[in-house]
């Protein structure tokens, strides 16, 4: 009985064996319908314990019914309709992954997630299979959708065409949901293969952490040298704003009235005008001598303006591509640059750059700027269109001032400026203000890389103070080529008229192996005329510099012995050799510079800077006199300056008979700023008293209303006069686009820049308009606003009630609506908006927001247990319209940011029993539904704890 018993046992497996390759065979033989298509793949999974030659032939049949499917798909029968082709479709490639992991016979197993070398979840299941030493098949393993999301931490957002778009800190992307694999035990799912392909990310399975390792690219940019890449800028697919035709964007006047003891009251003006047009911008600037007498008034500049990455269009003032060295004026005419295989820099925080010259390079440009002046003069260099101070120096008895080696690298820094000249260094007197004369050392544009330019126009002269547009003579003009010969080489040849013909030629040489930068520009007439610009530099701690132009030609040494101690000499064609010594200290709460020089006419000249704690010293002198300030702060924040600080000033001048004046005071800066860098407050009070005399010294900045800026000081005594003086400023500036609001005093810099005027508003009634009494919302707008994958706030927006003004170079952007910035219960109408931007204005960016609804609960199979993974969509009636959520482990889903309106609901792509959910003003911003599947697989609503009004209408 017993071995009748065994003998059973032996022959049922066998018997069993047998049949199912004959069962698979019949399930083969039948061409399936397609009614059944999408259902065969679902019986063609492995059986556990089957035989080698079972598995095989197992994996044949699934490998002819994707064949026969993918057939089915490439030709379809005529009678299938588009919806079943894209249903046919979706399921072949959501599915496939699922049955490669059953044909692989892989298990769910459970592993960790880590993200280079730190674990980023300890336990998720996956669909997988080891074999002790080894993945088996890694790129097909199935991770959960939510446990990838986590893993590398991306941001979630539902389109209307029902993709995903997905985002974080090194990547956005979008992905179709439908595409992706859903498995019956882990739901939806990314495969290994998906994650590599989508993300760009790298996986391995590290057995002995027993752990899947994400090899994530962008956060190994961080520990790599040069500027980190850019995450990419997606516009394709979203709606897109262009910006206005025809505006006039901004007004300025600027206005400064000075006198004194023994001299009348004198008035000068400055008014500006900016708008767009044609693509481009259009900019007026009239200068008012006498602002009283409107005869006396000169258009200074009229121009139009159009920029691009390949081509430039100048018309109207503006100077020439060559150095100008007539005497009579400046330039009006038309200049045309075409630019192959490169983009000129792109200037932000300095814009309003006009300059032919800069926009035929690609880099960086040293600029040296100098001039002539009596000595003593106070000499400041100033941002073109602004009031800030770049640097100043007091000239000394050679006459001759110089700023060297003006860095306008990149972006970042202002690339025209002014020269300020003090007449004996006294702020009160009216300044005399002249443009930036320099020497322009434009970089390389790359090998293979051209550049052309063409221009003609008039030269322009004021012959008499009672012409409002001056006297145009004499052409000039000229054409130039330049070419990128190779890496290390460019060279540029052209020919110019400019009171007579000359030719041009420029040489840029910057050789790999030599740390060598050579930089000629020859114009050949009745004489060479060169300017030279050439660096050497063969360690960090030694370089040599060259420069030549029309006034003088000037070597440079620097040679760095020690930490912050270096040597350095210079000499000069027109003012002899000198040198010193120049060192630099700083530690915990204290910091010193000095630098010292004597030149061979015995002329000692030095510039210290000494702090330690909340005090401060510094001292400038020279051959003509000296400055010395001590200062001693008196608030928390005073090492930056800020708060109420103490001041002890002395002055010399030793042309004026040794004259001197101390002065002490009182000194007060708010740390709040406005947009154009100005203190909000100002104010200086204090006494003085010298050889001339003794007197009161008194002055207030203010720019505590918007878009006016006020400036006034008073001394009652100077180091060379006892006379009483007054000096002020006052500018004010008005937007004129969406109504008329306070400017930002930068009116120049919309010659070359444009921007966003956003306003964010609660769209109450869902029709995409501002209607009358809705609300603009900026209440938290750098939370609310991201452009081109950059919070707000690194743009350095101009905040006011009723708008948001970002400034930006003409382009393309991408502006995105992050949720952590919405208002409670309100979300945006549309997610993210491509922006045009044109130099000249602003472009309008009306950002409706509307309610925002949401709808949770538990979806349970018949037995009442949770499903995992399932994939819930709510859908507009009109299907143009689609949210997403996948279900946890608890077979939670949330479903958020719904609108008004009809949705149907679909799980893994069925229809809840035809269900409607309906949303209107009177729904509550939460409602729950808790689903079930039926036994015909299925859903329906649960209708206890369930808001009745989310549920079928009966």
Known sequence: MRRLLLLLLLLVPVSVMSVIPKAVAQSTSKSPSDADSQTTLENSRIIPGSSGNNHALQLEVNKNRRKNLINRIKNPSPNLSPTGREALISNSTTQEAVNIAAAKNFTTIPVGLMVGKRNVNFSVLVRGKEDGSQAIDFDNWLIPYDAVIEALRFSVTSLPDGQLELRNSGIVTRIDPRKLANDGEIGLAFSIQDIKKLFGVGATFEINEYAIAFDVPWLNQGRQRGRRKEPPIILEGLPRLQSTGLSLAAVEQRLNFTGGENNSTNSQGDFQAVGSAFGGSWYLRTQQPEFQNSSTWKISEAQFLRQTNQQDYFVGSH???????????????????????????????????????????????????????????????????????????????????????????????NSNYRIFLYPEGRLTAQPEIRDASYTATPG???????AFVASGGFGREFRSNRSLLGDFSDFRGGVAQRWGVSQDLT????????????????????????????????????????????RFEPSQKFNLSFFSDRFSSRLYANWNILRGVSLFANTDSRFGTGGGLQFNFSGRNAYTFARLGIDTENRFRWNLLQRLGKLELRQLGNEVGTLSELTYGLSSRSFAGLGHSLLLNYETRSQNFNSNLLTMGWRYRSQERAIDGNYKWETQLGYGIGSQGTGAIASVTTTVLPGILLRARYQGVSVVSDASSFNIDLVSSLGL????????RRTSYYRTQGGMLIQPFLDANNNGKRDSGEEIYTEDANALVIINNRPLKILQPNMQRDRILVRLNPGSYRLDLDPAGFPLDWQAATDAYAV????????????????????????????????NGARVEAVTSDGKKRLFSVTNGAGVYYLERLQQGEYNLLINGKSVNGMKLELDSSSAGLKELNLQQTENEEFRALKSGVNQSVLPKE
Do not use: C, H, M
């Open 444 to 450: 390389q544009i790359p090998a293979g890389a051209s």
């Open 491 to 534: 060279l540029g040849v052209g020919g110019v008229y400019d009171d007579s013909f000359k030719g041009l030629t420029e040489l840029f040489y910057r050789p790999a192996n030599i740390p060598l930068q050579v930089s000629l520009s020859t114009l050949v007439g009745k004489n060479l005329d060169t300017i030279a610009d050439i």
């Open 737 to 744: 686009q969406g109504g008329i609001s306070p400017g930002d």
């Open 319 to 413: 100077p020439t591509f060559w150095r100008n060295q007539a005497t009579n004026g400046d330039f009006w005419g038309f200049t045309y640059i075409q630019r192959q295989g490169f983009t000129p820099p792109e200037y932000f925080l300095g814009a309003g750059s006009t300059d032919p010259r800069q926009r035929l390079q690609s880099g960086q440009i040293g600029r040296t700027i100098s001039g002539r002046a009596e000595p003593g003069t106070l000499v400041r260099l100033v941002e073109r269109f602004g009031d800030v101070v770049i640097a100043e120096v007091l000239v000394d008895s050679s006459g001759v001032y110089r700023f060297d080696n003006v860095q306008n690298e990149d972006r970042y820094l």
């Open 836 to 867: 045009d931007i044109t130099a000249g204005s602003y472009t309008p960016v009306l950002l409706p927001l509307t309610r925002a609804y949401a709808v949770s609960g538990v979806i349970t199979n018949i037995k009442g247990e949770p499903i």
